[in-house]
């Protein structure tokens, strides 16, 4: 079968970076990742009788008559599939009951034994009804499955309507355009990527802000003071997201001038998801982070008092052919919003989350009066956490002269301005190793192809969860929301008497 010249070029891209001698061979042990780097899903059993085919070197050549064996092999189980589906869906709705499905796959061909049915079942039947369709089953058995369970009770909103959603909200209470899709763009993108907490579970606060002449809905950030690497800007109280991708922007064109650009601001608020600014620098091809200090919430290690922000750190870099490693994380052992969501749900949460007012753990989200640092307690490394959040604290509010730690002001306090600090920092690469994106993707695809601890969890990288569910929601057609989200938007809808989004 031949190759087409888009695929050889794949080929040639994955063998390469890990061709290090320049000599045209790989190592064995370095064929599953290059596989992998390729779109292919190899198992264990694969690769091993694979390196017993190809020797102990293994050349371009070979390496694409391998990968060229192995697509054809996966089509002609994803011929199975279908046959499957044909024979048994009879009534054309394109699904077919579990029971059904594994006998026929079965009886089909030898290519796949009872064990490995029930695998590729197991993956593709995500919601567990007992039935399955036939892109699900060629997900699973490509290695795409995305470990997601759809509640039967959510209901999926298109992106698009979200965001419009949130821009109508904003106008509502008078915010200026440009500034409500930019804080429309942030939240709807945290739900894409799988961060409820802060999305549209946010919204009401942001509205509640302006509507109380806390945060101005109408103006521009301003800089104090400038240097070619260097600026502290005045958010002029701003809505954070605004505010942020002004600084990130700034902090961008900095690092395209001299290679790196600072931005440190204050008199900002909440700007939402953290990894939004670090991924627009990503998109640029540069390495970004993003800080910011927040309400005091956490407890520092042996204290019962609330004394620091959960300040968020976001970093992002790009690697090849769209790929990146993407951290966004909390200095805290989870952000508030999810304690919010649990107690909307009705459900316990974990011991080392938060504490009541005596510092002692709770399981119940409404007996949490502060959250433990990243870590836990003390004797988990809660500590470390503790140390994280007062780097932040250093970057955003000491450094920019906004208010810090005790002083800012409390989460639901709606009297007074936040005076938040946030830091954005950009890198080029290309102003260090000029390889920069074609050696992280190797380090990427190392780890992705380490053996896994259990079967159908594969070892991820930071951004890889936020990729599966943003994957989830273009198959789905929307964002997932549980019932509890859907009467929060209601509810805000009628309140503000704004038009609801299309709900499916």
């Known amino acids: 079968m031949a190759n087409t010249s888009d695929e050889m070029r794949q080929y040639r891209e994955a063998f390469s970076l890990f061709d290090k001698d320049h000599d045209d061979i790989i190592a064995p042990q370095e064929l599953g990742v290059v596989l992998r780097s390729c779109g292919l899903s190899p198992s264990e059993a694969d690769l091993q009788k694979i390196q017993q085919q190809v020797g102990r070197k293994i050349d371009f050549n070979t390496f694409v008559r391998v990968a060229q064996d192995f697509r054809a092999n996966h089509r002609e189980t994803e011929d199975d599939i279908r046959e499957a589906f044909r024979v048994f869906d009879k009534d054309g709705t ?18 796949l034994s009872e064990e490995e049915v029930d695998e590729l079942i197991r993956e593709a039947d995500i919601d567990a009804d007992g039935r399955c369709n036939c892109e699900d089953l060629k997900s699973s058995s490509s290695g795409n499955s995305k470990n997601f369970v759809i509640d039967p009770n959510e209901k999926v909103v298109p992106k698009d309507e979200i965001f419009s959603f949130i821009v109508r909200c904003m106008l509502k209470v008078d915010t200026r355009p440009s500034h409500a899709e930019v804080l429309a763009d942030n939240l709807s993108m945290a739900d894409y990527r799988g961060h409820y907490s802060h999305g549209l579970n946010r919204l009401d606060m942001y509205v509640n802000d302006i509507r109380n002449e806390t945060t101005a809905k109408d103006g521009d950030p301003v800089i104090l003071k400038e240097s070619p690497g260097t600026a502290l800007v005045d958010g002029q109280n701003l809505l954070g997201p605004y505010v942020g991708k002004f600084c990130m922007n700034l902090a961008m064109e900095k690092a395209k001038k001299i290679g790196i650009g600072l931005v440190a601001a204050r008199r900002s608020n909440h700007f939402g998801i953290a990894g939004y600014y670090s991924l627009k620098a990503v998109d640029n091809d540069l390495i970004g982070w993003a800080f910011t200090n927040t309400s005091p919430l956490v407890v520092p290690t042996r204290s019962k008092a609330q004394s620091l922000g959960t300040n968020p750190i976001a970093f992002g870099a790009p690697a090849r052919n769209g790929d990146s490693f993407v951290l966004d994380m909390a200095t805290s052992t989870v952000a508030l919003g999810k304690v919010e969501i649990s107690q909307r749900r009705g459900s316990d949460i974990p011991n080392t989350w938060g504490v009541n007012a005596e510092g002692v753990p709770v399981t119940k989200p409404q007996e949490v009066q502060g959250l433990l640092a990243l870590g836990g307690p003390e004797e988990s490394s809660g500590y470390k956490g503790y140390g994280l959040a007062m780097m932040v604290e250093i970057l955003c509010g000491i450094l920019s002269g906004s208010h810090f730690g005790p002083w800012i002001r409390s989460w639901k306090s709606g009297t007074s301005e936040a005076n938040l600090g946030q830091c954005f920092i950009a890198i080029n690469p290309n102003a260090f190793e000029d390889d920069f994106d074609q050696r992280l993707q190797k380090l990427i695809n190392y780890c992705r192809s380490l053996p896994p601890t259990e ?24 964002i997932p929301y549980p019932p509890s989200q859907i009467e929060f938007l209601r509810s805000l809808a009628r309140s503000l008497k704004v038009d609801l989004p299309n709900i499916q």
């Open 455 to 478: 079967t159908g969890k594969p070892v991820l990288i930071a951004g890889d969860p936020e990729r599966a569910h943003m994957a989830l929601c273009d198959k789905l057609g929307g």
């Open 94 to 111: 394109g699904y077919v009951s579990v029971s059904e499905l594994k006998h026929a796959m079965i009886s089909l061909g030898e290519r």
